[in-house]
């Protein structure tokens, strides 16, 4: 899918209350509400450069656009098909600001882009160990899924090659796992210094995390957030997932 002529096999769907419109595969990979956190949960990026590694059709680096946390977003993306998504959804929400996207591979070290240039780097990197558990039929959403395409050692080394000292990454990934993720980046001299946990129901263990590090920063001084829960008790999103998924604490839209 790299062209006009695949459109009858895409859908136009919104985030953030439509602030966002993205085309996406309609039987391939598509975005999930941890994009949307994600965005959400990134803090401004203080020089406003900003990288998206795995960016998939656009959608972590266009919501941070959106919130006003990034003044501009590289987007670097494997698989052609979602790159090319990714450059279209760029185009249909230049107003929101500017999304250029590479297409490269992250396992070469990000050898597209010049070391120590972003103050922020984004990823819902894939985190499916290969060899376990079913493999989906469709070749970019298995692509996007399996670790294999983006290891998390490699993804942090070239998060800590690209970003400048005191620039941040943040991370979604899966809570079991994230005793992984943080030793993986010390061992990066990344450091951990922001943790949201992300619970389907209050009374149910996380499942995901959200994780900022900072680049060449000292040990210690994690800050522990409140959790997230993404459902009340009637299976409706909470009161503050609703606020998050909908961006309704974004000001009013221009009329």
């Given at each position: 899918?790299?062209?006009?002529?695949?459109?009858?096999?895409?859908?136009?769907?919104?985030?953030?209350?439509?602030?966002?419109?993205?085309?996406?595969?309609?039987?391939?990979?598509?975005?999930?509400?941890?994009?949307?956190?994600?965005?959400?949960?990134?803090?401004?990026?203080?020089?406003?450069?900003?990288?998206?590694?795995?960016?998939?059709?656009?959608?972590?680096?266009?919501?941070?656009?959106?919130?006003?946390?990034?003044?501009?977003?590289?987007?670097?993306?494997?698989?052609?098909?979602?790159?090319?998504?990714?450059?279209?959804?760029?185009?249909?929400?230049?107003?929101?600001?500017?999304?250029?996207?590479?297409?490269?591979?992250?396992?070469?070290?990000?050898?597209?882009?010049?070391?120590?240039?972003?103050?922020?780097?984004?990823?819902?990197?894939?985190?499916?160990?290969?060899?376990m558990g079913l493999r989906s039929p469709n070749q970019e959403r298995a692509l996007a899924r399996d670790e294999s395409?983006?290891?998390?050692?490699?993804?942090?080394?070239?998060?800590?090659?690209?970003?400048?000292?005191?620039?941040?990454?943040?991370?979604?990934?899966?809570?079991?796992?994230?005793?992984?993720?943080?030793?993986?980046?010390?061992?990066?001299?990344?450091?951990?210094?922001?943790?949201?946990?992300?619970?389907?129901?209050?009374?149910?263990?996380?499942?995901?995390?959200?994780?900022?590090?900072?680049?060449?920063?000292?040990?210690?001084?994690?800050?522990?957030?409140?959790?997230?829960?993404?459902?009340?008790?009637?299976?409706?999103?909470?009161?503050?997932?609703?606020?998050?998924?909908?961006?309704?604490?974004?000001?009013?839209?221009?009329?």
């Amino acid at each position: 899918m790299a062209d006009s002529s695949m459109l009858g096999q895409l859908t136009c769907d919104g985030a953030l209350d439509g602030r966002v419109v993205l085309w996406q595969s309609r039987d391939g990979y598509r975005f999930s509400v941890d994009a949307v956190l994600l965005g959400h949960f990134c803090r401004p990026a203080r020089g406003g450069r900003t990288v998206d590694l795995g960016a998939g059709c656009g959608v972590v680096g266009l919501t941070l656009l959106a919130r006003g946390a990034a003044h501009s977003v590289v987007a670097v993306e494997l698989q052609k098909s979602l790159a090319w998504l990714a450059g279209r959804n760029a185009a249909h929400n230049r107003k929101l600001g500017s999304l250029c996207v590479i297409r490269a591979d992250l396992r070469e070290g990000g050898a597209a882009l010049a070391a120590g240039q972003f103050d922020l780097a984004v990823a819902n990197p894939p985190f499916f160990v290969p060899g376990m558990g079913l493999r989906s039929p469709n070749q970019e959403r298995a692509l996007a899924r399996d670790e294999s395409t983006l290891p998390l050692d490699e993804l942090l080394r070239t998060a800590r090659r690209l970003l400048r000292t005191t620039g941040r990454l943040g991370v979604i990934y899966p809570a079991p796992r994230l005793s992984d993720l943080m030793i993986a980046a010390r061992q990066h001299d990344l450091e951990p210094k922001r943790l949201r946990l992300v619970h389907p129901w209050l009374e149910e263990p996380a499942r995901l995390c959200l994780l900022e590090v900072v680049a060449g920063a000292q040990p210690g001084g994690l800050e522990l957030e409140p959790p997230l829960v993404l459902f009340d008790d009637t299976g409706q999103y909470s009161e503050e997932a609703d606020r998050i998924l909908r961006g309704r604490d974004l000001p009013p839209r221009e009329t």
